[in-house]
Nanobody
Framework: VLLVESGGGLVQPGDSLRLSCAAS????????MSWVRQAPGKGLEWIACIQRDHGTNILDNLKGRFTIARDNDKNTFYLQLNSLKPEDTAVYYCTKHRGAWCKTYDEEYRGQGTQVTVAS
């Protein structure tokens, strides 16, 4: 299993980014996938999950700004970040769940992460 994130960078407040997670070594279609992040000096924070049936869960205080999507044909899933704020600065990781549904603490693999820095 290999998960490779991309799309991070240095942006200004209010900008948007789309993070991608390219998956290999398994069929994305069969699994739930999540995004988590780690801000400087803080622990991992779960952000969003998308299930096999494309059902989604997003952290309440990020709803309306962040969305998650998947493209099973490309074995890739995405996190769209809009109206970015300095407090969104973090390393963003994609994770694979053990099964098809977004169960808590069910992730078994994580990528190397992509840095998102929001600063004016």
């Amino acid at each position: 299993v290999l998960l490779v994130e991309s799309g991070g960078g240095l942006v200004q407040p209010g900008d948007s980014l789309r993070l991608s997670c390219a998956a290999s070594g398994f069929t994305l279609f069969d699994y739930a996938m999540s995004w988590v992040r780690q801000a400087p000096g803080k622990g991992l924070e779960w952000i969003a999950c998308i299930q096999r049936d494309h059902g989604t869960n997003i952290l309440d205080n990020l709803k309306g700004r962040f969305t998650i999507a998947r493209d099973n044909d490309k074995n890739t899933f995405y996190l769209q970040l809009n109206s970015l704020k300095p407090e969104d600065t973090a390393v963003y990781y994609c994770t694979k769940h053990r099964g098809a549904w977004c169960k808590t603490y069910d992730e078994e693999y994580r990528g190397q992460g992509t840095q998102v820095t929001v600063a004016s």
